[in-house]
């Protein structure tokens, strides 16, 4: 099946730092979609992706849609203890629109 | 708004018992799934469904069983638990790509 390989898989940074992580697949996505998850929560999508080259805001967040179609890319600009969770970046696979595949996550660390 | 409620939030088992996880939704979504957290694998499909009476395997779906009667109600079946199973299982339900989770159920099985 479809793999999504998420880096870095683990960050530790200091407030007010910014943040970029990234999504990269052997296969061709046509939607990309990024979740956090908080501790003891479950994921909540931020940002979803659905054009090549599309570059989309949420507050501070930032994530772009590769122009190959088989990368994503997210930035968390001036971060704040409250970013601290899991990011997890997913895709539709299976020919299905609803047939999430998840990466692995990178796990966010902020301190204060 | 309750979204997606999934009960128990905790579980521990004996290998071998048998339980079921629950999971309701008050959006009228047709898609409904369940999906397993293990430390550094992400979240793997176990089951999924497009509508009542429609069950699909996903990724994981080895000894687990699924059942949709109705579209509010989409419970997971344990058959026999086995320590292979302890894990973080999340519920959720779909309105295009955007997939609405549940908070968890953390199933330890001994």
């Known amino acids: 099946g479809q793999q999504l390989n998420q880096s870095p898989q683990s960050m530790f940074i200091q407030e007010g730092e910014d943040v970029s992580m990234n999504c990269t697949s052997s296969?061709?996505?046509?939607?990309w979609l990024w979740y956090k998850q908080d501790p003891g929560e479950g994921p909540v999508l931020l940002i979803a992706?659905?054009?090549?080259?599309e570059l989309t805001s949420n507050g501070r967040l930032t994530a772009q849609f590769g122009i190959t179609r088989k990368d994503s890319f997210l930035n968390i600009s001036a971060s704040i203890p409250s970013d601290v969770g899991i990011y997890f970046c997913?895709?539709?696979?299976?020919?299905?629109?609803?047939?999430?595949?998840f990466g692995k996550g990178t796990l966010l660390t902020v301190n204060p | 708004n309750a979204g997606v409620t999934q009960t128990p939030k905790f579980q521990v088992l004996k290998t071998g018992q048998s339980m079921t996880l629950q999971c309701a939704q008050d959006m009228n979504h047709e898609y409904m799934s369940w999906y397993r957290q293990d430390p550094g694998m992400g979240l793997r499909l176990i089951h999924y469904s497009v509508g009542a009476g429609i069950t699909d395997q996903g990724e994981v779906p080895n000894g687990y069983n699924v059942s949709r009667s109705t579209t509010e109600d989409f419970p997971l079946r344990l058959l026999s638990a086995a320590p292979s199973q302890t894990s973080v299982y999340f519920c959720a339900s779909s309105y295009n790509y955007e997939a609405f989770f549940g908070q968890g159920t953390r199933l330890t099985v001994v």
């Open positions: 997913a895709g539709p696979s299976g020919g299905s629109n609803y047939k999430l595949t």
């Open positions: 296969s061709i996505f046509n939607t």
């Open positions: 992706l659905y054009k090549a080259g």
